[in-house]
């Protein structure tokens, strides 16, 4: 059984760091996209950064340059490092994997997996 198992989140004063990681176990896979999103009380899920298999990076406009994404493809994990936190940073954080492993047949499955959440507070 596939697993994303999250872990990093926490509560922090205004301008503190936090590290998440987040790793795919489970079976052999490759995994393609590796991205993070958030979900705060009563908002919409968003799109906090993306990572491909190739390292090429992406991120919502409200966390680039204080937030960076990275992944270690022989460990399965992606990574979320917070600097600069604010209040409005505030939030259920998800990661979530691409994914393609082969079947007991020998057929290409292509799979979308989710994180837990782990829960992310800034305040002073």
């Known amino acids: 059984q596939v697993q994303l198992v999250e872990s990093g989140g926490g509560s922090v004063q205004p301008g503190g760091s936090l590290r998440l990681s987040c790793t795919l176990s489970?079976?052999?896979?490759?995994?393609?996209?590796m991205n993070w999103h958030r979900q705060a009380p009563g908002k919409r899920r968003e799109l906090v950064a993306a990572?491909?298999?190739?390292?090429?990076?992406n991120y919502l406009d409200s966390v680039k340059g204080r937030f960076t994404i990275s992944r270690d493809n022989a460990k399965n994990t992606v990574y979320l490092q917070m600097d600069s936190l604010k209040p409005e940073d505030t939030a259920v954080y998800y990661c979530?994997?691409?994914?393609?492993?082969?079947?007991?047949?020998?057929?290409?499955?292509?799979?979308?997996?989710w994180g837990q959440g782990t829960q992310v507070t800034v305040s002073s």
């Open positions: 990572t491909t298999r190739g390292g090429a990076t």
């Open positions: 979530e994997a691409d994914f393609l492993y082969y079947n007991d047949y020998g057929a290409p499955v292509a799979q979308r997996s």
């Open positions: 489970g079976r052999s896979f490759t995994i393609n996209g």
